[in-house]
Nanobody, 124 residues
Framework: QVQLLESGGGLVQAGGSLRLSCAASGRTFSVYDMGWFRQPPGKEREFVAAISKSGGSTYYADSVKGRFTISRDNAKNTVYLQMNSLKPEDTAVYYC?????????????????WGQGTQVTVSS
């Protein structure tokens, strides 16, 4: 069984920054691609960013490209999401997820384990 625990969410003004962390336990973290998703109020969950097993490949949603950075530390079993230049439309519950796919993917159905989520609120 895999446990994923997100932290680092909170309230920030537009233009500010937050760094989310997701600590994994229960499996060999380094053999799985990881992803971040978010669910804005009243909307469906959407892809934010993904990172390959080694960290050598990353992929971003167009809406966050150039502002968010996904990274991982396999020695610490942790994946991060650095969020800069935050906008009110970034307000959402953010989830990290562990991929079951052999290839880096943006599809939520390809992620087998999810954290409980952390709230990010960006005020205007």
């Amino acid at each position: 069984q895999v446990q994923l625990l997100e932290s680092g969410g909170g309230l920030v003004q537009a233009g500010g920054s937050l760094r989310l962390s997701c600590a994994a336990s229960g499996r060999t973290f380094s053999v799985y691609d990881m992803g971040w998703f978010r669910q804005p109020p009243g909307k469906e969950r959407e892809f934010v960013a993904a990172i390959s097993k080694s960290g050598g490949s990353t992929y971003y949603a167009d809406s966050v490209k150039g502002r968010f950075t996904i990274s991982r530390d396999n020695a610490k079993n942790t994946v991060y999401l650095q969020m800069n230049s935050l906008k009110p439309e970034d307000t959402a519950v953010y989830y990290c997820a562990l991929s079951r796919s052999a290839y880096i993917t943006t599809r939520a159905t390809q992620y087998g384990y999810w954290g409980q989520g952390t709230q990010v609120t960006v005020s205007s």
